[in-house]
């Protein structure tokens, strides 16, 4: 059971390029969304997904699409990125809403 | 902005001192749950807290839930260095819909031997 995996770790892009980060989960869990950690910040939420072929934006969507075509996978993509996208990025995943979230081991990213 | 408070930013502790890190809304919230990350890591959840007045203890650790659902706590007695770490809140406000859980910018938490 390894939960929520999430690729690449580290990723370093350069201004304009776009990129996919991968997330999945092997709970079954219907509800999945993505955080950015920025110092001082907390987690800010991007989207989330109640299930699969529905998502809605959260705290800061601009700049960052996602889908949800099964359960298990939730991918966040970066249209053109841009050095304000540097961050830690989160996946997580939980059975319900309201329930507990398990997190991924994040991915860096690096936009110069 | 960020719409749940969460104070002090930076705790700096003597080892087998206790303190408290406070988590403020000002929206009525569904539930409040809290997070442990390690330098380096991801966050890990603590507890959830759910009922008015709640409050619910992990060995040194105490949660709790304020009456009126807007505020939280978590008072750590006789901190060790395994302590160490940043403690997030997360609340759900009522009005939300299920899935926007929303944090605090976190207590990062220093202990000194």
């Known amino acids: 059971n390894a939960g929520v995996t999430q690729t690449p770790k580290f990723q370093v892009l350069k201004t304009g390029q776009s990129m996919t980060l991968q997330c999945a989960q092997d709970m079954n869990h219907e509800y999945m969304s993505w955080y950015r950690q920025d110092p001082g910040m907390g987690l800010r939420l991007i989207h989330y997904?109640?299930?699969?072929?529905?998502?809605d934006q959260g705290e800061v969507p601009n700049g960052y699409n996602v889908s949800r075509s099964t359960t298990e996978d939730f991918p966040l993509r970066l249209l053109s990125a841009a050095p304000s996208q540097t961050s830690v990025y989160f996946c997580?995943?939980?059975?319900?809403?309201?329930?507990?979230?398990?997190f991924g081991n994040g991915t860096r990213l690096t936009v110069t | 902005g960020q719409q749940v408070m969460q104070i002090p930013q930076y705790q700096h502790v003597q080892e087998g001192e206790d303190f408290t890190t406070y988590c403020n809304s000002s929206t009525t919230l569904s539930n409040i749950q809290w997070y442990k990350q390690r330098p380096g890591g991801h966050p890990v959840f603590l507890i959830q807290l759910v009922k008015s007045g709640e409050v619910k203890k992990q060995k040194r650790l105490t949660f709790q839930f304020g009456e009126a659902k807007k505020n939280s706590s978590l008072h750590i007695t006789a901190t060790q260095t395994t302590d160490v770490g940043t403690y997030f809140c997360?609340?759900?406000?009522?009005?939300?819909?299920?899935?926007?859980?929303?944090f605090g910018a976190g207590t990062q938490v220093v202990v000194t031997p």
């Open positions: 997360a609340g759900l406000k009522t009005t939300d819909s299920w899935g926007k859980l929303q």
């Open positions: 997580a995943s939980s059975y319900s809403g309201a329930s507990p979230l398990h």
């Open positions: 997904s109640v299930g699969a072929g529905i998502t």
